[in-house]
């Protein structure tokens, strides 16, 4: 099993940044690839971007790319979505997941989500 904890969310004025974090334990975190999804209300759950094993490969969604930076510390067992040039449109609830295969169809683990507020 791996667990996950996310933190770092909250509220913020477009325009503004925000770090998320997701601390994991439980497994050896450097075998899984990790990435981070959320959820507007609303709206079905969607893929925001993926950081592989090593932190060297990344994937991310059209509508983040050049504004979100996801990253690793394999030494902290974290994984950290950077989020800048926030929209109110990136209101959502943020979520990490890990799974050993890169962008699996199914994510075998889940953390709980962070809250994500972006007033304009």
């Known amino acids: 099993q791996v667990q996950l904890v996310e933190s770092g969310g909250g509220l913020v004025q477009a325009g503004g940044s925000l770090r998320l974090s997701c601390a994991a334990s439980?497994?050896?975190?450097?075998?899984?690839?990790m990435a981070w999804f959320r959820q507007a209300p609303g709206k079905e759950r969607e893929f925001v971007g993926a950081v592989g094993w090593s932190g060297r490969l990344t994937r991310y969604t059209d509508s983040v790319k050049g504004r979100f930076t996801i990253s690793r510390d394999n030494a902290k067992n974290t994984v950290y979505l950077q989020m800048n040039s926030l929209k109110p449109e990136d209101t959502a609830v943020y979520y990490c997941?890990?799974?050993?295969?890169?962008?699996?169809?199914?994510?075998?683990?889940w953390g709980q989500g962070t809250q994500v507020t972006v007033s304009s």
């Open positions: 997941a890990a799974d050993s295969k890169w962008l699996p169809s199914s994510y075998a683990y």
């Open positions: 439980g497994r050896t975190f450097s075998n899984y690839a």
